[in-house]
């Protein structure tokens, strides 16, 4: 089950522990992660394993007063920031490189700029405040933001899943590349929408803000973008 993850061999420099780990990774693995406030970065690469770097920052005390939570059984690998970070520590953060082809890839925050990079499954992301990056990604994906920004640039590989980007108060950037294909939704509440006029889809005032439908290219797995007070771009 979950235990306090082992800082033997930490790097300890003025206010932060460095804790470095490898762990194998099966295909089909998912990989969780949990924090309460600092960056979170993944990074799909061809190793069969996932490499781990934790950066607790704050007071001596209280670093070592807050452990970090880790699992590793089955096919789940997690790592969990406790609660009581948001008090003792200034923040934590995580940079992690996993197999590109992890199954699937589940990251929460309260408060945490996201940045995620050619992961290929299934992605999700769920954060109160922050920023959402995501670079090259081709799967399911779900990201949903309180009060920040997304933005995203489709993999060239192209999209194999439905992808959802919803935020409450935040803009919406969208990197589509000229091949990409997708039954798209697009709705903003309280903001502006901006497609490229290349995709030739209508932008239409409703009651209440603006939305815009149409098939890009050939149409295919549905993308919806989401906001209820901010703009939204769809970029070329």
Known sequence: ????????????????????????????????????????????????????????????????????????????????????AQELLERVEYEIKVPRNVRELEISGRESEVRITNVGQTVAVDLITGSIELTEVSGTVHTKIIKGDTEVVFAAAGRNGAQEFTSVRGNIEIHVRPETNADLKVETGDGDIDIDDDFQIKVEKRMVGKQAAGRLGAGGAPLLVKTVNGDIKLIR
């Open 1 to 84: 089950g979950e235990h306090a993850l082992d800082e033997e061999g930490a790097e300890v420099s003025g206010n932060e522990t460095l804790i470095t780990k490898s762990y194998a990774l099966a295909n089909g693995a998912k990989v969780s992660i949990k924090n309460v406030h600092g960056a979170i970065t993944v990074e799909g690469w061809d190793e069969p394993r996932a490499e781990v770097r934790i950066i607790k920052r704050g007071s001596e005390e209280g670093r070592s007063a807050v452990r970090i939570l880790a699992s590793n059984e089955g096919r789940l690998l997690s790592f969990r920031t406790p609660e009581a």
